[in-house]
């Protein structure tokens, strides 16, 4: 089992910063990749941005240029650094952890973000 606490969601005006932590413990194995996701409402839960043990990244289209993930493997710890936000931002942020190559899903409880106009 891998448990995931997320942190660094708030309110936000449009243009403002924000930066989420995610910190991962239990059983984790060396391969695996670690994202956000968000969620808003009445929406489907979609891809942020995902970084591998790696240090491969994706990033959804639309946060390309503003959001930058990265992540500490000795901490177990993924960062979401979000500049220039806006409001299609606002969603709960979720954290999750992949392990690899099967692909076995962790999922954090959520983080909100609300950018204001």
């Known amino acids: 089992q891998v448990q995931l606490v997320e942190s660094g969601g708030g309110l936000v005006q449009t243009g403002g910063s924000l930066r989420l932590s995610c910190a991962a413990s239990?059983?984790?194995?060396?391969?695996?990749?670690m994202g956000w996701y968000r969620q808003a409402p009445g929406k489907q839960r979609e891809l942020v941005a995902t970084?591998?043990?790696?240090?491969?990244?994706n990033y959804a289209d639309s946060v390309k240029g503003r959001f930058t993930i990265s992540r500490d493997n000795a901490k177990h710890t993924v960062y979401l650094q979000m500049n220039g936000l806006k409001p299609e931002d606002t969603a709960v942020y979720y954290c999750?952890?992949?392990?690899?190559?099967?692909?076995?899903?962790?999922w954090g409880q959520g983080t909100q973000v609300t950018v204001s106009s």
């Open positions: 970084i591998t043990s790696g240090g491969t990244t």
């Open positions: 999750n952890h992949r392990r690899l190559p099967l692909g076995m899903d962790y």
């Open positions: 239990g059983t984790i194995v060396s391969i695996n990749a």
